[in-house]
Nanobody, 122 residues
Framework: QVQLLESGGGLVQAGGSLRLSCVVS????????IAWFRQAPGKEREFVAA????????SYADSVKGRFTCSRDNARNTVHLQMNSLKPEDTAVYYC???????????????WGKGTLTTVSS
């Protein structure tokens, strides 16, 4: 079965940094683009970032450009989301997702993880 397991969430002060990881199993990792979404309390789930199968292509929401960086290590079936200069409005449950089609992953990816909570204090 396909599994996406997020880790690295936690409590951090505003201005701090945190690195999330997503370990993927049950599929050919190099054939899938990986994306990050988040859902804040009382809000709908929103797209955060995505990285293509090779790591050459990346996409970021305007709200995180210049602060977040998505990378992947295909040898370890792992994607990272480095989050810097964190703000209270970044508080959310962060989910990773996988899809073979990079053009579609920001809309409706095929596979989802269960999420990891990141809380940014004022």
């Amino acid at each position: 079965q396909v599994q996406l397991l997020e880790s690295g969430g936690g409590l951090v002060q505003a201005g701090g940094s945190l690195r999330l990881s997503c370990v993927v199993s049950g599929l050919t990792f190099g054939s899938y683009a990986i994306a990050w979404f988040r859902q804040a309390p009382g809000k709908e789930r929103e797209f955060v970032a995505a990285i293509s199968q090779t790591g050459i292509g990346t996409s970021y929401a305007d709200s995180v450009k210049g602060r977040f960086t998505c990378s992947r290590d295909n040898a370890r079936n792992t994607v990272h989301l480095q989050m810097n200069s964190l703000k209270p409005e970044d508080t959310a449950v962060y989910y990773c997702a996988a899809d073979q089609r990079f053009w579609r992953i920001s809309r409706s990816p095929d596979y989802w993880g269960k999420g990891t909570l990141t809380t940014v204090s004022s």
